[in-house]
């Protein structure tokens, strides 16, 4: 497997000055397709991201900034690479970067990546973002989100567009870097490897704790596979969480500690012993309103036998993460798997730090595992 270096041009707004919140006129690399988009220096102030606000470790000097308009927007088109495996259906796509706002306010950024024909026809698209204040916990940030696909057959260039939409007040503070679309020639990223990561494997109920969660072996305790909606203060379908989640949540029941696990078969062997597979592990994880109650996400990779040859833990996502309100937030990791590994245990600890109800929450669970 193999993978393009970063088909964007000035993906990080770093050619070019950067400034204030105002519009910054044509910005190398990016064409002006609607308002006007600012580049922002991190040390601007006023509100502005900072150095050491959350967002890309490898982050230059500038950020891109929606200016002054309801919508701003920008766009370029690049030429994909390794057309051939792109029409034998071996070639995908990981288009990302990282999105965010202004404390409370609503205002954000995406970037839709079309795929186009030779003729300019569209054969499918992505998009990447946006973060919205929920996600970021009313905390002006930057979170990184992306999304990794098959290329559709037939296509030769792509065609980005960076859009920034503003919900109030007169200034358009979604916030974007380092933005990010590769091509890997290769096996496609494979499936989540997580079976029932949703807890929709089951009828949903109330808090109390589920006899058996298909797909999952307790190890510690009771979960709990809980509707959206359910009386008593649980989170509902418009609080924050998954975008696209189902009808059901898994929860900590009413133990104090809870663990629930499962173990799943790597595939791509060879490309894991000569190091050129990646993993990409995330999922939603939450709890109730001040309450300190948690989950923790966490995989081991492991060999034929012997000890984990590697661990990665997500969470939990604390009160103050959450903003004192009840809901899920996203959390995510990447990095190379373990050369020699052949299975990874995927672990879930519910932890209870007040009360009856252990009010850790967890949806849309994800494992997948695709091209270094």
């Not at 204030?20 to 509100?47: F, K, L, M, N």
């Not at 470790?57 to 057309?83: A, C, H, M, W, Y």
């Not at 000569?274 to 990409?280: L, W």
């Given at each position: ?10 993906p ?12 910054a ?8 397709a ?12 006023g509100?502005y ?38 029409d ?5 796509y990981r288009?990302g970067?990282?999105f965010g706002?202004?404390?409370g ?7 839709t ?7 300019g ?7 990447a ?27 030769r ?11 109030g007040g007169?200034s358009n503070d979604g ?9 890997t020639?290769g ?12 807890a929709?494997g ?16 307790t ?6 596979v809980?509707r ?6 649980y989170?509902?379908?418009s ?73 990665v ?11 004192g309100?009840?809901?899920?937030f ?5 990095g190379?798997v ?5 299975t ?16 850790g929450?967890a949806?849309a669970?994800t ?6």
């Amino acid at each position: 497997m193999s993978t393009s270096a970063n088909l964007i041009v000035n993906p990080g707004a770093e050619t070019g000055p950067g400034g204030g919140g105002s519009p910054a006129g044509q910005i190398p690399g990016w064409q002006a397709a609607e308002g006007g988009v600012a580049v922002i220096r991190y040390d601007t102030g006023g509100g502005y991201p900072g150095p050491g606000d959350p967002g890309p470790p490898d982050r230059g000097v500038n950020f891109f900034g929606g200016g002054t308009s309801p919508k701003s927007r920008i766009t370029q088109e690049v030429t994909l690479p390794d057309q051939a495996e792109i029409d034998a259906g071996l070639a995908s796509y990981r288009l990302g970067g990282w999105f965010g706002g202004y404390a409370g306010q609503e205002d954000s950024a995406q970037l839709t990546a079309e795929f186009l024909g030779a003729s300019g026809q569209v054969l499918g698209s992505a998009t990447a973002g946006p973060v919205s204040a929920s996600d970021r916990g009313g905390v002006t940030k930057l979170l990184e989100r992306s999304v990794t696909a098959a290329i559709p057959a037939g296509a030769r260039k792509a065609r980005l567009s960076l859009l920034f939409t503003r919900k109030g007040g007169s200034s358009n503070d979604g916030y974007a870097d380092s933005l990010t679309l590769t091509v890997t020639v290769g096996a496609p990223p494979s499936g989540n490897l997580i079976v029932n990561p949703s807890a929709e494997g089951s009828a949903g109920g109330s808090g109390e704790p589920s006899a058996t969660i298909p797909g999952w072996i307790t190890v510690e305790g009771a979960a709990s596979v809980v509707r959206y909606g359910t009386s008593g203060g649980y989170p509902t379908a418009s609080d924050p969480g998954p975008s696209d989640r189902g009808a059901n949540f898994l929860a900590g029941g009413n133990s104090a500690r809870t663990r629930l696990a499962q173990t799943v078969t790597l595939p791509g062997v060879a490309d894991i012993d000569a190091g050129r597979a990646r993993f990409t592990f995330g999922g939603w994880l939450g709890g109730y309103l001040t309450q300190e109650d948690g989950v923790r996400l966490s995989v081991e990779f492991l060999p034929a036998s012997g000890p984990p040859l590697g661990l990665v833990v997500l969470g939990p996502v604390t009160s103050g993460d959450r903003g004192g309100r009840t809901g899920l937030f996203y959390r995510s990791a990447t990095g190379t798997v373990p050369p020699g590994s052949r299975t990874a245990r995927v672990l879930l600890l519910f932890g209870r730090a007040g009360g009856t109800s252990n009010d850790g929450y967890a949806d849309a669970l994800t494992l997948t595992i695709g091209a270094a």
